[in-house]
């Protein structure tokens, strides 16, 4: 009986999960958010070889798609995301190697430092 109880548990706890995966635009909306808050907080430097903030990530991507491009059009275009169905995962391009920016679970979107 016990393990009855424990399937069903498991079961549901994977349904909940599926349910509530967040999709590419909840990633991009609070990468933007993220890294328009840390850009906010600082002054925005100007692009460098090593990226050691937030803010030179922001301005290498939108460099990437000219002047005028909005910082959400930059990430939709680089944003890589890996949907693994109960979790998904959000990775950008930094120097030529995928790097881990964010994590979606039960429909929240956690942001990742990009400090290296």
């Known amino acids: 009986m016990k393990w009855i109880v424990a399937a069903v548990l498991i079961v549901a706890l994977l349904a909940v999960m599926w349910a509530t995966n967040p999709d590419r635009t909840q990633h991009v ?13 600082q002054a925005l430097p100007q692009p460098a070889d090593s990226l050691s903030n937030q803010a030179v ?18 990430l939709d275009a680089s944003l890589s995301l890996t949907d693994w169905h109960v979790c998904s995962v959000g990775s950008l391009p ?22 290296q």
């Open 57 to 74: 990530v922001c301005w290498d991507f939108s460099d990437q798609l000219g002047e005028e491009a909005s910082l959400q059009q930059a």
């Open 29 to 41: 909306q609070a990468l933007s958010q993220h890294l328009a808050g840390t850009a906010a907080a």
């Open 94 to 115: 930094v120097g030529g190697k995928p790097v881990r920016v964010s994590v979606g679970i039960f429909g929240h979107v956690f942001c990742c430092d990009l400090k």
